[in-house]
Nanobody, 123 residues
Framework: VQLQASGGGLVQAGGSLRLSCAAS????????MGWFRQAPGKVREFVSA????????YYADSVKGRFTISKDNAKNTVYLQMNSLKPEDTAGYYC?????????????????WGQGTLVTVSS
């Protein structure tokens, strides 16, 4: 399985970005797709996740109401729409895939990772 994240960039505070993560290879066992982020000097933290079959969504409190995760099963792609961005959202954003039920907020339990895309929010 390969995950290709894209869509990062530089945006002013209050702006929006949409991240995409396209999965290829043996994707038939996808259970969760998740987004995590890691700022310099900080640990990787959970942002959002979606169950692949049922579409149930989960969010970190810090992004709830501002970020929206969605998916396109036909394209094997997950999206993260980020609105009302804040400087503290600045980080590398990574998508991940789990192929069985896990604690969706635990990075270590995901099975595959994308390379990350950088989001920089200026004040």
């Amino acid at each position: 399985v390969q995950l290709q994240a894209s869509g990062g960039g530089l945006v002013q505070a209050g702006g929006s970005l949409r991240l995409s993560c396209a999965a290829s290879g043996r994707t038939g066992s996808t259970y969760y797709m998740g987004w995590f982020r890691q700022a310099p000097g900080k640990v990787r933290e959970f942002v959002s996740a979606i169950s692949w079959s049922g579409g149930r969504t989960y969010y970190a409190d810090s992004v709830k109401g501002r970020f929206t995760i969605s998916k396109d099963n036909a394209k094997n792609t997950v999206y993260l729409q980020m609105n009302s961005l804040k400087p503290e959202d600045t980080a590398g954003y990574y998508c991940a895939m789990a192929t069985k039920p896990i604690n969706y907020y635990q990075a270590l339990e995901y099975h595959y990772w994308g390379q990350g895309t950088l989001v920089t929010v200026s004040s």
